[in-house]
């Protein structure tokens, strides 16, 4: 089992500047000076407990490189790039007011790109097996003519565009387990039947107005699950929603869209899932490729906002992708896998039957 | 309207440490140094929102003082308070692992507790109408012998049992509306028809196994709401439940166990209350304290982790405490109270049906 | 003795971004987003250690309140004000890159300037015997026509000039032991003969060439120090030169710049002051204004960049001001007060003699 | 050209606690927590730096493993490894109360020693032509029986110890530039005339009363220059002391103590050296080695306190040892470089005078 793995030190270098969480710090407005949300801590993190743990060593470094314009095309309008272009010099912000950028943003999120074009790229060659690109910033709501949600350029459309482009792919299924809706994905690809864009959210966080199950297309599922879901609904999900869809789309690759904000300690949703939830979310997922499509599954980290506990998260799902047998152990499993409500509730199975009742519309491979 | 504020700078001083968020940093598992969820931040940025707004100016400022070793011992054992005060030198940890404290931790929590007898002693003296006490550390999981949950003493237990002694009131009820369950307070007067102790909370996060609504005793009642309950399922609790078990109960004075833990980012719980709902629920209470013990509340800060937003959730209910009739407006209104099931859903419902079957329990006043 | 203190919370709210130290973060430069040097935390911590000890008790609190236009305009350009104005939506730069702003950050300035002129003007009106403005953002470099050095608004010339106006207070000495010159309250007196500007700064470290003992004018004396001068040094220039100029200028009011970045750990200069250096000049400046002008002397807060160790300085020159006999000690005395060379050196003496031999160009009062 | 480098990402994980700089924060000698000055910070970001610019490419990675018993037996104590070890699972202090350590501190600190064991071994095989190694904690303080300043095991000290034993190294110089005195380097080969320790230093900053010019030892030699001094005085010292010294000893293998702590804006020091006075030295000591040893020089990192600078000085001597021709420009050297009394100074060269009268002392080789 090879696995590929594209991290650069420069995905912490984008500057989400002092923004008061969301939004930018004002004391007139009564926003002292702090953080964003979407800072460097959570996924330089992760890439740490990569290596301290030695798991890195069981890996295949892939090296990140930028997008290039012809890339970034596929998915934006020239407009738009031509828009963080000329920000480039100075940052700015992506276009809804949420999605800074310091100087130099484009040139990371380029790289954030190039790094899931890379790691694709190795899938579909046979160089790995499978692979996990952990870039930032995140991008699956990034839309065509601005950025959205702290996305600048949509990472995974714009991967799944270049390997079909370049390498003939052409069945794709991108799988978002972010716990926001995958809008960027979903309008990237909503005329195209050949890819299947599958998100399964926090019902109506964000967008705000966006990801209903309701939502149609000729290859998009969406499965809003109920604030409070935890390990047991997301399994229930993956099992009962996911995976059908899967085997009934017959893709030729697998991408995931892997935020970790449905976590149980997350500040940007109100899931519950844990480390083991995401490893058991991991291992079925990458079942479902072996099944399908050769094994070939490839993830690009989104979101995940709590610096502590993402890294175990995504941790997991890069063991299950490796083939570790003797996982490094959660350090908050007495915390976090034991809280009331983990297990399936019936008002998060009713959420899972409104989806599955649409597995029809998903087109078959 | 005369509304008391005690807080003193030195509460931002406890120190909990660069624990990885619950547990102690330690590479060996993986927890690489960070901050402890319970760090300064949250609670120092709700005094400069304060300040900031200028709703300080119409708060009488309450000095807080060093609770006394009699003041302690009405709550808990010698044994404990001569074992944080051997580890006052040094620091150490209150008892279970997850409560830290540096040196002269014992004596900041010495300042919590006696802030909170302060600002309880104004309202009962009738020098202030009310008060809000923004204390640190936080006191509602501390037990008799034992620190719990980032608690060292039983802040609001302590200030209950002192102004009974002080000044001879008779029925106090403790609405603890933190998130997680208020299980120091209810320990201590678990034998006590005169304190209601009311906590309404997140079914099951903290302390795992506690906070049941089959739990009894002379004057308790449990109220835990599943995850994921926003502002209408706490509206909906507040009003059948708690307002109906004060009229029952009839207190002399309201104690509320300030947390804030239970709002829309905070990433030790999975609630979604709002400003507004918060704002909504402090309205509620002293509305009752008004109807029913010539508006005797006051509020003690408990937990509240998310360093953005908890502010305006705590300004929201200190604005209510003071009678502000344009209040200051929360900026992330557009973000958290319209996200999706913030409205009253029935699993809720349910669970506030089991505690309002509960209510001819509480002792008639 | 009566001491007025002007802090406001919002002084930490003056927002300078993600800055690398002193330039704006961007990758291509190799510059990692960090802190700017000039962020909250060294003053914010003095203001708590002031409150931790209780120093605070024996002070009286002057409310800030913001500088007016009339005020500033006594110092700066309609068009500078312009130009803050219409930044202070979007925040920005005050002029020299160095100096960054929020949104606000405008609003903030105006309180740091209106604080000083507050707290000068107790004094003058003999409301209090001293005083110390914990302002921020910094004053002494900003010029007529734009920011510089961190510095947005001119504090100190601004309440000189407004105590004049509105006062007619006629002679007033500015002394500035900021280690940097205090180029801006230089220039804004540069014609008048009735203020003297006195700096004691590192020679040539910021603005990079300014300061020269050779810099003339009708009441202007600047002492520049060579790097690495301790106690020793600086309390032989402050009784060899600093005091002889007011005995000769026999000033009616004395404000002091008070920049603690001459401080043994400061990483924007390169000298070794220790809390009992400042002590001792503290007090020496303060029995100058007790032989010569009735005791009205005033301190502004102006640099000092260790989070750590400023707050000590500064609470040792408060304590002067207060009074108090009993000082609280500086636990960092054992590490700073005895490193090598603290004492006067040669080259350090001939420094100030050069500054001596221009004593008597000061004019006499 | 090849060059060695030698990091891991645990290496930021040394848990130096919330102290309050350089003590254990405590309210009751208003000591706020904080972090202490010997954080993660500006190796991590020395890293990153060498990361961003592609400077990493030109390396050669070499993989640290922890030091063995027997390595570090070399240079301490069995009592003292003991008590470092039964400390390991909590954490505590290496000895004089500036040195904390979080649990697993002892297997850092055996990873910092064994990576410069292995870049110094790579240099003696000629696996590299030379190497640098990026290790934390750092080493040059720590004793026989103790740890000290910072510095948990003798980093260089055990590196030297081992290639002796293991390679047969004979003679070895070990240039100090730390800007403290290297007093554990110099007292663990304090009877060895094969090692020469030569340590350039401020005069008595730490530790407070060592590094004097005249100890005296079979191969020693210290050279502590006056606080504030700059580029000029430190490339003198190094011409006219450092390079005489090693000709005259003809070393086998020169180490370098790389501390960047003399840099412009370190709060630990009161030196001016920048960027490039760093890489003319490297230059220099490299040039040295070539001319001495076939070129085997091996850098350890020690100390370096601003996290903002720190990286582009160890960026440039990096630079020089991998042979780069065109380096990356220091954005800072408008800022630093120009500085007043940047050139060498007459009390400076004085300090030089002194220890050049001691050179002939130096055994020859
Ligand atoms: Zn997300
Ligand atoms: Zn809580
Ligand atoms: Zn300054
Ligand atoms: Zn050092």
Redesign the interface.
């Known amino acids: 089992m090879s696995t590929g793995y594209a991290y650069?030190?420069?995905y912490?270098?984008h500057?989400t500047?002092?923004h008061?969480?969301?939004?930018?710090?004002?004391?007139?407005?009564?926003?002292?000076?702090?953080r964003h949300?979407e800072n460097?801590?959570a996924k330089r993190?992760v890439?740490?407990?990569v290596?301290?743990?030695g798991l890195v060593d069981r890996l295949v470094r892939i090296a990140p490189r930028p997008a290039t314009d012809d890339e970034i095309l596929l998915v934006h309008s020239r407009a738009y790039l031509d828009r963080l272009t000329s920000s480039n010099d100075t940052g700015g912000d992506a276009g809804d007011g949420g999605s800074p950028f310091?100087?130099?943003g484009l040139?990371?999120a380029r790289l954030a790109a190039g790094g899931v074009v890379q790691a694709v790229t190795a899938v579909v060659e046979g160089r790995v097996d499978n692979a996990y690109a952990l870039v930032r910033p995140p991008g699956h709501h990034a839309l065509r003519d601005t950025g959205m949600g702290f996305c600048l350029l949509g990472n995974i459309a714009i991967a799944a565009a270049a390997v079909r482009l370049s390498h003939g792919v052409e069945r794709i299924a991108v799988v978002d387990i972010d716990v926001h809706h995958g809008n960027g994905t979903q309008a990237a690809f909503a005329d195209d039947p050949a890819t299947l864009t599958l998100s399964v959210h926090?019902?109506?966080?964000f967008p705000?107005d966006s990801g209903h199950v309701t939502e149609r297309g000729p290859a998009l599922l969406n499965l809003?699950l109920?604030?409070?879901?935890?390990n047991g609904g997301y399994l229930e999900a993956v099992r009962r929603v996911v995976l059908p869809a899967l085997r009934r789309f017959r893709p030729d690759l697998v991408l995931v869209a892997a935020g970790f904000d449905a976590n149980?300690?997350?500040?940007?949703a109100?899931?519950?899932v844990t480390a083991s939830g995401y490893r058991e979310i991991a291992r079925l997922l990458v079942d479902a490729a072996g099944e399908l499509c050769g094994g070939r599954i490839a993830f690009a980290h989104e979101g995940g906002y709590?610096?502590?506990?993402v890294?175990?998260c995504a941790?997991a799902v890069i063991e299950v992708l490796a083939g570790v047998t003797e996982p490094?152990?959660d350090?908050?499993e007495a915390?976090f896998d034991?809280?009331?409500?983990q297990e399936l509730?019936?008002?998060q199975e009713a959420a899972i039957v409104a989806a599955e009742a649409l597995l029809p519309e998903v087109p078959m491979g």
Chains 1, 2, 3, 4 share one sequence.
Do not use: C, K, S
């Open positions: 650069h030190e420069l912490g270098w500057d500047g002092t008061a969480g969301l939004l930018p710090a004002d004391p007139r407005r009564g926003l002292q000076p702090h949300f460097a801590e993190r890439h740490e407990l290596v301290a743990t310091g100087p130099g040139d990371i926090q019902d109506r966080v705000p809003p109920p604030p409070g879901t935890g149980a300690v997350d500040p940007l109100r899931m519950m709590d610096p502590v506990y890294p175990f941790h490094f152990p350090p908050f915390n034991h809280q009331g409500q509730q019936p008002h």
